[in-house]
């Protein structure tokens, strides 16, 4: 059974400072891996997709990468800002079932002035 | 154009009676997914639907649940005699039924059963 392991579970740093969340999975037979954020009270916005035959994905101040081999995936964020204040969710989709995505639990992630 | 929409935004229930909670996907979208938010249990996989094909119900946690999609665009997600542990956010996706394609997901409903 797939497991997904977000650690750490919260993260506080100020403001300029890089962002390292990462999420591991237990069984590297993916499609897929999609990093979301999540506002307090909002839905899901989808920030990066990595498929599985990719190592990473950039987008402006945001890269992912992927180690499907080792079932890891780190998301970094540079030059944090207090807007990047949210939780992060890593999701996978299974390659036997690729209608679901299994979510990790979340970093809550606090970026100080 | 819009993204995918969820009503009501929130719902308020007493124990025991029957809620239906509705999904407007994205425009074109021919898969449409349903998620459940809870404190301490995350995010966790309800059903899916992928076009004309016989939708995945295998996350459903009860046969309380059911979701029904209509002319494959709008589904709904009924939860009959609703329990306190059914209260939670519940969250639709959509996506274009593609593996490796991204799910865009609704802002949610908030369910609280009294």
């Known amino acids: 059974k797939q497991e997904v392991t977000q650690i750490p579970a919260a993260l506080s740093v100020p403001e300029g400072e890089n962002l390292v969340l990462n999420c591991s999975f237990t069984d590297s037979a993916i499609y897929n891996l999609q990093w979301f954020r999540q506002d307090p009270g909002k839905g899901l916005t989808s920030l990066l997709l990595?498929?599985?035959?990719?190592r990473e994905q950039t987008s402006g101040r945001l890269n992912a990468s992927l180690d499907k081999s080792s079932g890891r995936s780190t998301l970094y964020i540079a030059a944090s800002q207090p807007g990047d204040s949210a939780t992060y969710l890593c999701a996978v989709r299974p390659a036997d079932s690729w209608g679901k995505l299994q979510f990790g639990a979340g970093t809550q992630v606090v970026v100080t002035p | 154009g819009a993204g995918v929409s969820q009503s009501p935004s929130n719902k308020v229930t007493e124990k025991g009676k029957d809620v239906e909670l509705r999904c407007d996907p994205i425009s074109g979208h021919t898969a449409l997914y349903w998620y459940r938010q809870s404190l301490g249990q995350g995010l966790e996989f309800l059903i899916y639907f992928q076009g004309n094909s016989a939708p995945d119900k295998s996350g459903l946690p009860s046969d309380r649940f059911s979701a029904e999609r209509t002319g494959g665009s709008v589904s709904t997600l009924t939860i009959q005699r609703t329990q306190q542990e059914d209260s939670a956010v519940y969250l639709c996706?959509?996506?274009?039924?593609?593996?490796?394609?991204?799910?865009?997901f609704g802002p949610g409903t908030r369910l609280t059963v009294l």
């Open positions: 990595i498929q599985s035959s990719q």
């Open positions: 996706a959509s996506s274009s039924g593609q593996a490796t394609d991204t799910q865009y």
